[in-house]
């Protein structure tokens, strides 16, 4: 056997396995419940899938330009799949899409309640002071009181 051919071969049994990977990752995507477990589907196996289909492809076709054209590719699936993915459970959680039951630990929830008591903090503060707040020191005339310049 010819060591071109075998290296097609091999070539031809990823790309089978990678996209055997993407057809899960589709079918995930169908099937699961919540926003959670559909980004899960779509994030990783997707990711494995394409990684394996952009190797098989490196292997059959062998051309330098070619192979680096696909480690790009790769090199961006990488970068952009695990962004994509924060990126829609935060928007998920903060349209009260995503299930907040199924969670062990539930930190954004925690940080969003910090944050709100923090900003009413702020603002029942910035009323209590009333007129006092434009006697604040401006950063350029320390020491020299913003109506006596």
Known sequence: ????????????IIMLIGAFFVFVAAIGLLRFDDLLQRMHAAAKPQTFGTML?????????????????????????????PISAHLASRAGFRTGH???????????????????AAMQAREAQS???GDNSRHVQPADTP??????Q
């Open 98 to 116: 995503a299930p907040t039951w199924s969670l062990l630990v539930d930190e954004y929830s925690r940080d969003m309640r910090r944050a709100i």
């Open 127 to 129: 009323q209590h002071q």
């Open 1 to 12: 056997m010819n060591p071109g051919t075998l290296t097609s071969l091999i070539g031809a």
């Open 143 to 148: 020491g020299i009181r913003h109506d006596e």
């Open 53 to 81: 289909l952009m190797l098989g492809l490196a292997l059959n076709l062998r051309g330098p330009t070619t192979v680096w054209a696909l480690v790009l590719v790769v090199a961006f699936v990488l970068v952009t799949s």
